[in-house]
């Protein structure tokens, strides 16, 4: 099978796959059509496997994919720390924002930010989500062209454009249970493909295995590389400032807290925990096994850093498992796309159509605006992705942007509310973070290094406990009482 | 030395995982619901 062949054996397993379960559950949802939320939430009614497989996958998109193995290259092992990041989200998501907003019966994140701060916060976090979600849109469909270009030589845009229509296709159907089955078969395919490339890497590889590729590192003075602990200076640049963008940023996200709205009880969110988080968590493991090994093999050794894994796994691998693993690939992108989607529409469709223009809208109308927003915003990602733009400093800035939210969310809820506190930290940080990427302000300041995440969580974070500490404000929705340890 | 990486990385994550539960546990015993606060549903 040449590279073409694998090319188009994964278009035919996408294509089978998303049409065939689009067709299937919008068959079997159309009874449900008029029950509230069914397009966007599923009707509030999913199963433990949907809903800890789509939070797995929703987290796990093109910078997983194509980001471990680069950055493998370079810092070893210590690239996992990337997967312990989203472990610790997931771990977060599961036991508290997730349940939370499942309990007050959600159906957006910025409609709590109304009931507890007033409709102006509400809708500046909605424009700014969405507006953040195209961002990572855009990253994902130049991720899935990318990706087709590594593993199979077809043009990036051309990719990014089929990726693109792929994507639409994953959500357009049936909504939230289309994403949410999809994403079991590809969870399951992608377990299956990556296990067994790392088994038969293990027979490929020369000499002992990866017993030989260890002893690449030892022998060249690299020991740190095939340890999850790396070296301090790796922990403090990247394990920590990674963890911290990726758990302020996402832990109240419409993208993720969406499933936890659409699961059908809050235990159900609290038991997906031991699925999603491993899930998610072990992409990074395996896929930073199969790069230190590319690293230590020869023949591949001299590679580009970008493509050298996916190029060894196409050599290597025999074709049908190499479509399998391709497809897999493909197919967590995809669900990561089609999630994006489907929640920065549903914040349209939610919080700006039907709260400010059309409060009578049916659920027909709400779901036919939803569709909508899905094609314009697939289509205009895709046709953006084509100018090629720079994913991790993207995804950096597009983090930042969430980070402050994180606060309003949590203080709304256990602390105190005041609509021009709120307002204030988010202005602030907003406006800084903008600085911090299109001005020389950070090496102004002699911190040129310093995350946009760790800005923005600082500031919002100052802002909003001074401001609270200053400012009269209502109780936190959900402020428990804490109850004598002796009672 | 690979499966030590792979061992040593899904210890730590199930250790995060229990930690957190643990946390979980611990602090819904010792709180109580607000007047204001929905009930947990089931």
Sequence with gaps: MSQYGILIAVLIYEAVTILGIGWWIARRSRQSSAEKDSFTHGGHGLPLPAVSLTMALTVLGAVHVLGVFEMTWFMGASVIWFGIAHVILLTIVCLATGRWVRRLKLSTVPQFLEDAYGLETRLLVSCVMAGAMFGFLTLESQGLGILFNAMTGWDIRAGGVVGGLLGVAYVIFAGMREVSWLNVINAILLYIALLAAVAYVAFALPGDGYQTAAQYYKDNDLDFMISIWGTPEILLTFAIPMTIAVVFSQATNQMLLQTAMSAKTEKTIVRSLWIAAPVNGMFAVFAAVLALATKSWPEFNQLNEKVATSTMLVQVLPPWLAAALLASFVGVILSSFAMVSLAASTLFSTDIFKRLYKPDATEKDVTRMTRICIVLLGVGATLLAMNMPQILKGVNWLLAWLVPIFWLFVFGLFWKRNQSVAITALLSAWILNSLWSFTPLPSAVGMANVHNAYITLFVSGGVMIVGNLFVDGAKGIMKPTVQLANK | ?42
């Design chain 2, 1 to 42: 030395m690979f499966w030590s990486i792979v061992l040593s990385s899904f210890v730590l994550m199930v250790a995060i995982i229990a930690i957190g539960q643990g946390l979980y546990e611990v602090i819904s015993r010792h709180t109580s619901a607000s007047p204001g606060m929905p009930s947990e549903d089931e």
